[in-house]
């Protein structure tokens, strides 16, 4: 059979079949079209609503066509794969919450990545000759666009893709092939309605409007994807939430549903969830990369992770986490000293001040400094 020839209907159930197997709860196939989001996707980079992620704007070209990704793509089999697990354990002053896809042991693209090798490996022995490609969200490729094409959900007005019978709480991924699928009918209705959950639960308002996230004000992006320091008005509405973010979701009716994940690495650690947040000031570059390089909290770098445990530990106000922070303050990332700064000015006891004006002798970077002079300013010791 010629890999460009059209697959027989029976072969895309068996090739459904087989992803079930592997786990994608979710799968739909579509045509390699054009998606229909692009211009929209093009008017909210050109807003500045994507913030420092230029990668966006510099792929930008490629994102119009499926041909990008893999030349000679004819159709794309969209899957998703559930991550939901147990349910979020109470958070103390000392702790803060990471997002429900970093719970566990593995970064999420090196399982997705596993199944989808697998899936193709199936095709191939099928297919002798074809072109197949498993792609998961680090590719040029609108997988929602594709996934509602394909019939597997809407978008709803948090933005994200939501299933009836999974709610949100899964991966996408896609498989594309140099052969003709038999295709799925595309979602074209909206199950929303009047609920407005997501966006009025959002601690940052990052919604402009339903179906419009402004990623410069999105926890998620914020703690993950901001590399500097974060707007000083965003800080407090971060709350307990160290990575990532899942109020949106959290809130939304249709995740009183769907299936649980059945992956072990998916599970949650008992360290991460909640983290404790103390003893990751004492983590060397080393420790940091033998702790999380193979889960997703490797992509806030160590850096980042510590910006985003002061900016927590300065939420809670409490001042057990004074040593810690102090400990920040002497940091060899600036980002870090900053962070540390401003959290123990929000504690501001005596013993918090104290620590930022031995910390105002000593430092020599400028935006430092300021965060040192502002905390001092803002700070409010016992007597």
């Known amino acids: 059979m010629s890999s460009n020839s059209e697959a027989p209907a029976d072969f895309t159930q068996l090739l459904k079949s087989q992803a ?37 704007d510099a792929r930008r070209d490629a994102y119009r066509d499926p041909q990008h990704v893999m030349p000679g793509v004819q159709s794309l089999l969209v899957l998703g794969l559930p991550y939901r697990t ?121 919604f402009p409007e339903p179906g419009v996230l402004d990623a410069t004000r999105c926890i998620s992006y914020l703690t993950i994807e901001h590399r500097s320091a974060i707007p000083q008005e965003l800080r407090q509405p971060i709350g307990n939430w160290v990575f990532g973010c899942d109020v949106c979701q959290d809130v939304c009716p249709w995740n009183r549903r769907g299936s649980e994940a059945q992956e072990a690495e998916f599970q949650p650690l008992a360290t991460q969830n909640p983290a404790e947040l103390i003893s990751l000031f004492s983590l060397t570059d080393d420790e940091f990369r033998s702790r999380y390089r193979k889960t997703p909290l490797w992509r806030t770098r160590r850096r980042g992770l510590l910006r985003n445990a002061a900016i927590v530990l300065g939420n809670a106000g409490d001042p057990a986490a004074i040593d810690a922070l102090n400990q920040g303050l002497q940091d060899s990332e600036p980002l870090v000293r900053g962070a540390s700064a401003w959290a123990l000015g929000r504690i501001g006891t005596s013993a918090a001040v104290d620590r930022l004006r031995e910390g105002c002798d000593r430092e020599t970077d400028a935006m430092v400094q300021q965060e040192i002079a502002e905390a001092l300013r803002g700070a409010q010791p016992a007597a």
């Open 20 to 56: 079930n197997q592997l786990g994608f709860h979710l799968s739909g196939a579509c045509p390699a079209v054009e998606p229909s989001g692009y211009h929209r996707l093009l008017d909210w980079i050109d807003s500045g609503k994507a913030g420092e992620m230029d990668y966006l």
């Open 86 to 206: 147990a349910q979020p354990e109470e958070v103390g002053p000392m702790q803060g919450r990471f997002a429900r896809y970093a719970w566990g042991s593995i970064d999420y693209h090196d399982l997705v990545h596993r199944k989808l090798k697998q899936l193709k490996r199936w095709v191939l022995q099928e297919r002798p000759g074809a072109t197949v490609r498993g792609v998961v969200d680090t590719a040029p490729l609108l997988e929602r666009e594709f996934a509602q094409l394909a019939g597997i959900g809407w978008t709803g007005k948090n933005t994200l893709l939501i299933n009836k019978w999974q709610g949100s709480y899964f991966f996408l991924a896609a498989l594309l092939v140099d052969f003709t699928l038999t295709y799925d009918a595309p979602h074209e209705s909206d199950h929303c309605g009047k609920c407005r959950a997501c966006l009025d639960a959002c601690p940052t308002a990052a």
